[in-house]
């Protein structure tokens, strides 16, 4: 048994590494249209063509202006016209601005566009002049290029996808290049590491494997600190509602802190608190088995919340913010939690575990604890893939958000339609607290009728009334079936674009 698991851990680290990198090189302050090679041209509602398109006409002769005439292009925001052998170039891609005006969101969806229609980005060039009055907008195209052209590779022996080239955004200026490498690069690198995690199966994805995976993507960091609680600190905190999650696994849980300290010394930080399942069967109250493989993306939450503090780190953000992700595999067998089990969470106070399968509220409510004791913070979001009920009411356009106050929600929507990752209020009534009073417990883990409000109840509850708190329920947005430009098939890293735009709005 030992030898396997040597063995086992052996091959992990391999494939994480493997998987870790994954960006093409971005070149910023050219004005030079390449002589050959594969060339985006984004083109206005009817096919205009801006100064650097003009040049690229000429350049084919007019052959891109006559193909655009020539064909039935509507001009709807993405539409594409590929345009292969178009001498001197190997490709020429031409893609709709739409008519609407660009925003830094509609930027990031133009070069998601170009990373879907392009396999092979050695020798690419994005004209990236004409993109309305977003500022740094080339940064922002290439941000979008990047997230829309992840790939994960680990486990593929063969080569299928040709490697990471070397894409010029052509017409861009030094100030795209500072926005980018200082700021959007490492956002991009946040989505990445969030995806990798969500990705990772779990014979290769449990408690501490997370905790390492962390912390090699924070290596050399400034202004972070680790704190990792492993079972015997977790149980000595108290944390059992955390502990009985996990006691089915092999796997022991861990509690992962990650802390950045970029703004005052006395402020207070703002808490984002992440659901670790590394795999969720359900425990003894199995799921049934189609789907069931979905469930290895169950710690999303935890993953946006290790992306996001990345990201705010590495560019350096005047905040102070802490990352908690309590995490456990949820496994049925002789030593799980049952249904009826009554867990003493840190708090003191004590919950009846009436189904194993609502496990994430019960790490996260030893967790929101642990937090606010911790570090006093001055707001308090929480993301989970907590409700199979949030994902049928809010589908894959929107996370559900659950706040005390609709102010609080509408500001949630707003920093969602700037980010490009939507949310959708749900609400929190006080018959849902009704709803979990326990007849042997101080509360039960489930309602009357699941609901994604009820999974909100039982955390609210070891919330304090007085703090900013949002809840987000990601279960419906985490993993996509369908592509949209900046999220290809897979995993989407949902709520680090969320949360890097709360923070950044949070700090100024
Ligand atoms: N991880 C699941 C929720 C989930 C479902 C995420 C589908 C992504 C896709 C969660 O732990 C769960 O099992 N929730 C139950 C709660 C129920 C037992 C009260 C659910 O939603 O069915
Ligand atoms: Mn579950
Ligand atoms: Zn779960």
Redesign the pocket.
């Known amino acids: 048994m030992s030898l396997f698991r040597f063995l086992n851990a052996g091959l992990v680290f391999g494939a994480l590494a493997h998987s870790a990198a994954a960006m093409p090189d971005f070149s910023f302050g050219s004005s030079q249209l390449p002589d050959d090679g594969r060339v985006v041209v984004y083109v206005g509602p009817d096919g205009e063509l801006g100064r650097l398109g003009r040049n690229l006409d000429e350049a084919t002769g007019g052959r891109v202006s006559g193909a655009i005439a020539a064909m039935n292009f509507e001009g709807e925001f993405g539409e594409t016209l590929s345009l292969p052998g178009l001498a001197p170039y190997k490709q020429v891609l031409v893609i709709s601005k739409g008519d609407q005006p660009l925003t830094a969101r509609r930027v990031h969806d133009l070069g998601g566009f170009a990373a879907f229609s392009i396999d092979d980005d050695e020798g690419l060039a994005l004209l990236a002049d004409d993109l309305g009055d977003v500022d740094d907008a080339a940064a922002h195209l290439a941000l979008g290029y990047a997230l829309g052209d992840y790939h994960f590779t680990a486990y593929k022996t063969v080569e299928e996808i040709p490697a990471d080239g070397e894409v010029a955004l052509i017409g861009s200026n030094r100030s795209d290049r500072r926005a980018f490498e200082r700021d959007l690069t490492h956002l991009a690198e946040g989505v990445t590491l969030a995806r990798n995690l969500g990705t990772e199966p779990g014979n290769t994805l449990w408690p501490q494997k997370f905790v390492d995976h962390v912390q090699t993507a924070f290596e050399g960091v400034n202004n972070v600190t680790f704190t990792v609680l492993d079972a015997d600190a977790i149980r000595a905190r108290g944390m059992g509602a955390l502990m009985g999650v996990g006691e089915g696994s092999i796997h022991d849980p861990r509690l992962l802190v990650v802390e950045y300290r970029g703004g005052g010394r006395n402020e207070a930080p703002v808490a984002l608190v992440g659901?670790g399942?590394t795999f969720?069967t359900g425990g003894i109250s199995i799921k049934p088995s189609e789907n069931m493989w979905y469930?290895k993306s169950?710690m999303s939450g935890a993953a946006a919340v290790a992306g996001t503090v990345l990201a705010a780190a590495k560019r350096g953000e005047d905040i102070n913010v802490v990352g908690v992700m309590p995490l456990a595999e949820?496994m049925p067998s002789q030593d799980a939690i049952r249904p009826g089990d009554v867990l003493t969470s840190m708090s003191g106070k004590t919950v009846e575990v009436l189904n194993t399968?609502a496990?994430?509220r019960l790490l996260l409510l030893d967790a929101v604890h642990y937090a606010q004791v911790e570090y006093e913070p001055r707001m308090l979001v929480n993301i989970a893939?907590?409700t199979g009920s949030a994902a049928r009411a809010t589908g894959d356009e929107y996370a559900a958000v659950i706040t005390r106050d609709m102010d609080l929600s509408m500001q949630m929507m707003e920093i969602g339609q700037t980010s490009g990752e939507d949310v959708w209020p749900l609400p929190l009534h006080p018959n849902h607290y009704v709803q979990i009073e326990s007849l042997v417990a101080d509360i039960k883990n489930i309602g009357g009728t699941p609901g994604a409000s009820i999974g909100a109840a039982v955390i609210g509850t070891f919330v304090a009334e007085e703090l900013p708190w949002v809840h987000l329920d990601i279960a419906g947005v985490d993993w996509r079936d369908e592509p949209t430009p900046t999220a290809p098939i897979g995993h989407a890293g949902w709520g680090v674009r969320f949360m890097d735009a709360l923070l950044r709005r949070e700090a100024d």
Request: net charge negative; no cysteine; charged share 45%.
């Open positions: 659901k399942v969720d469930m169950d949820n399968d496990e994430g893939t907590l």
